[in-house]
T-cell receptor
């Protein structure tokens, strides 16, 4: 069985400071992991994905995430937040058996203060 | 390149009325297609997925149904809407049987308000 837990429902940072959005997962298989971003009333956009290659994954807009199997974590980070980063972020796990068993986390709302 | 369209963008419907939301994908063949619902302040709930024309799998028993009359067309329907059907409906597609990873690509969504 798979599950994904986003540890914070809301995160607030100041512009120019680092961003850390936390995600823990559980999977019976070697999973694929994703981060998506959703701006208000918009669809989801893929930020980055992990598929058993390099454990440090770089994505769009300066975001990156590190897969840590021993900690079952896939935290999303960015060195310096921009106002445009304010959005909802979803951590997602898929079990590589056809894309159907895809589990979305509950989401983390990121607020960026000027 | 591939694009995904959803319409309408917003919809206000009375309780008991029918519903039809449409999703189409361009630039790819035989995609896997998905319908999700996102209630206010909540994550995504997978409603239906399809691996081919006429092949629909339902994840959650509900007041809704889905159909795939053409390869790149996915329709979400209801005969009689309930208040609880309100939400943000997202269509997505993915490439079938990729070697690794199954990222999904999302449409812009439809905001449905049932009054």
């Amino acid at each position: 069985a798979q599950s994904v837990t986003q540890l914070d429902s809301h995160v607030s940072v100041s512009e120019g400071t680092p961003v850390l959005l936390r995600c823990n997962y559980s999977s019976s298989y070697s999973p694929s992991l994703f981060w998506y971003v959703q701006h208000p009333n918009k669809g989801l956009q893929l930020l980055l994905k992990y598929t058993s290659a390099a454990t440090l994954v770089k994505g769009i807009n300066g975001f990156e995430a590190e897969f840590k199997k021993s900690e079952t974590s896939f935290h999303l980070t960015k060195p310096s937040a921009h106002m445009s980063d304010a959005a909802e972020y979803f951590c997602v796990v898929s079990d590589n058996t056809g894309g159907f068993k895809t589990i979305f986390g509950a989401g983390t709302r990121l607020f960026v203060k000027a | 390149s591939q694009t995904i369209h959803q319409w309408p963008a917003t919809l206000v419907q009375p309780v008991g009325s029918p519903l039809s939301l449409e999703c189409t994908v361009e630039g790819t063949s035989n995609p896997n297609l998905y319908w999700y619902r996102q209630a206010a302040g909540r994550g995504l709930q997978l409603l239906f997925y399809s691996v081919g024309i006429g092949q629909i799998s339902s994840e959650v028993p509900q007041n809704l149904s889905a159909s795939r009359p053409q390869d790149r067309q996915f329709i979400l329907s209801s005969k009689k809407l309930l208040l609880s059907d309100s939400g943000f409906y997202l269509c997505a597609w993915s490439i079938p049987w990729q070697s690794t990873g199954y990222e999904q690509y999302f449409g812009p969504g439809t905001r449905l308000t049932v009054t």
